[in-house]
T-cell receptor
C-alpha cells in the first residue's frame, strides 16, 4: 500500500456541525487530492494541492475548504455540514514529473461520513 | 464539461473468458489514461496506465488506447471470480495534474 492514512475512517455527525477529515502521507509526493464518491456519480474531485499552501478547486468544491501546511498532511473541512455531504471521501496522492503525462494517483482507504 | 463515459454494466462473463471493458473520453488533449479496480467497500486500486496509442500488457491485463477515436479499453484474459469488481476509467485533464473518472463498469465473473 502507498503510505496514505485517512482519519477518521467513519464519522457520524449532525447537520450544521464542522467536520475535518485528515489525509497523511509518508511518500513525500507533491500532489494530494480529495474526492467524494456517491452512487451514480463515481469519483468527483473536491480540491487538490500541488504543494505546501498551494491548493485549487475541483469539480464539487462548494461547501468545502482545504489546507496543506506540511507536505505530508492535507485537511478537508466541511464548515457547516449538510446532509448532501453524506458520502465516502477518498484522499489520493501522486508524484509530479513536470509537463506531459500525469503520474498515477494512489488512494487511501476512505472515510465514510454520515450527516444526520 | 470534460467527460469520461463507461457502460455501467453489469458485464457478466464466465470464468476463463476474456472480459472487455470500454471507455470513451471527450477531451482531445488528454495524454494519460488509467484503469482502477474497486472492490465493494474498498478504495480504488491502480491496475494499468497507458500514455501512447496501441496496446500495453501486464500479466492478464491489456490496456488499449486509440486517441483518434478517443477510446481506451481494458481486456482481462482468463477472467477469475476474484476479478469481480467495479472498474474505473480515469483520464487526465489537458492541463494540470487532475483526473476525470468515469462512473465505472461492474464486472461479474461467474464460476
Amino acid at each position: 500500500d502507498a503510505g496514505i492514512t485517512q482519519s477518521p475512517r467513519h464519522k457520524v455527525t449532525e447537520t450544521g456541525t464542522p467536520v475535518t477529515l485528515r489525509c497523511h502521507q509518508t511518500e513525500n509526493h507533491r500532489y494530494m487530492y480529495w474526492y467524494r464518491q456517491d452512487p451514480g456519480h463515481g469519483l468527483r474531485l473536491i480540491h487538490y494541492s500541488y504543494g505546501v499552501k498551494d491548493t485549487d478547486k475541483g469539480e464539487v468544491s462548494d461547501g468545502y475548504s482545504v489546507s496543506r501546511s506540511k507536505t505530508e498532511d492535507f485537511l478537508l473541512t466541511l464548515e457547516s455540514a449538510t446532509s448532501s455531504q453524506t458520502s465516502v471521501y477518498f484522499c489520493a496522492i501522486s508524484e509530479s514529473r513536470g509537463q506531459g503525462a500525469n503520474q498515477p494517483q494512489h488512494f487511501g482507504d476512505g472515510t465514510r461520513l454520515s450527516i444526520l | 464539461q470534460k467527460e469520461v463515459e463507461q457502460n455501467s454494466g453489469p458485464l457478466s462473463v464466465p470464468e476463463g473468458a476474456i472480459a472487455s471493458l470500454n471507455c470513451t473520453y471527450s477531451d482531445r488533449g488528454s495524454q494519460s489514461f488509467f484503469w482502477y479496480r474497486q472492490y465493494s467497500g474498498k478504495s480504488p486500486e491502480l491496475i494499468m496506465f497507458i500514455y501512447s496509442n496501441g496496446d500495453k500488457e501486464d500479466g492478464r491485463f491489456t490496456a488499449q488506447l486509440n486517441k483518434a477515436s478517443q477510446y481506451v479499453s481494458l481486456l482481462i484474459r482468463d477472467s477469475q471470480p476474484s476479478d469481480s469488481a467495479t472498474y474505473l476509467c480515469a483520464v487526465n485533464m489537458e492541463y494540470g495534474n487532475k483526473l476525470v473518472f468515469g462512473a465505472g463498469t461492474i464486472l461479474r465473473v461467474k464460476s
